[in-house]
């Protein structure tokens, strides 16, 4: 598994996907790269694999870490 905090549209996160076929958190704070982040989930078909979150670094490591 692997934690991206501050993946903005999720270059890396949607590769690790797609590539190495790992479940990835994907966290950006900024609502255009989290809205974005999730289009290019669905681009890539990793809906499963993928799980996004729009929260601050802090919160992310706190709630979901």
Known sequence: M??????GIGPLAVRA???K???VL????NPEG???LN???QTNHVERLVIPFNM???EFIRRVI
């Open 39 to 41: 289009i290019n989930i």
């Open 2 to 7: 692997l934690a991206d905090m501050f993946c």
């Open 56 to 58: 601050d670094a802090r």
């Open 21 to 23: 076929k790992i479940k």
């Open 34 to 36: 989290f809205r974005y």
């Open 26 to 29: 994907a966290n950006d704070l």
């Open 17 to 19: 996907a797609v590539k």
